[in-house]
């Protein structure tokens, strides 16, 4: 189950992009590359076979990717301040 994505955390990446999303994007193919290389493939490959602008549709994902991976911190934290 996927955690829930909290306005704060939305603002907090949306900020984050905004500030350059060509560079922010840049970054996160990087970071993704190494965090999960597949991902990162499948994201290249679907952006490369559509139509579609290929780097919004990647920033999009990344964004995505982004949103999960601070929620999940979240509730890492949460969960460890309970125990």
């Known amino acids: 189950m996927l955690p829930e994505i909290d306005i704060e955390n939305c603002n ?5 992009m905004l500030v350059d999303i060509g560079a922010w994007r840049k970054s996160m193919i990087h970071y993704i590359k190494d965090e999960n290389p597949e991902l990162n493939s499948a994201i290249i490959e679907l952006a490369n076979k559509t139509d579609l ?20 911190k979240k ?8 125990e």
Do not use: T
Not at 12 to 16: A, F, G, I, N, T
Not at 75 to 82: A, H, M, P, S, T
């Open 53 to 72: 602008d290929p780097k919004a549709i990647a920033a999009g994902a990344y964004m995505a990717y982004s949103l999960i991976e601070e929620a999940n």
């Open 12 to 16: 907090k990446v949306l900020d984050e």
């Open 75 to 82: 509730q890492d934290e949460l969960i460890n301040f309970e």
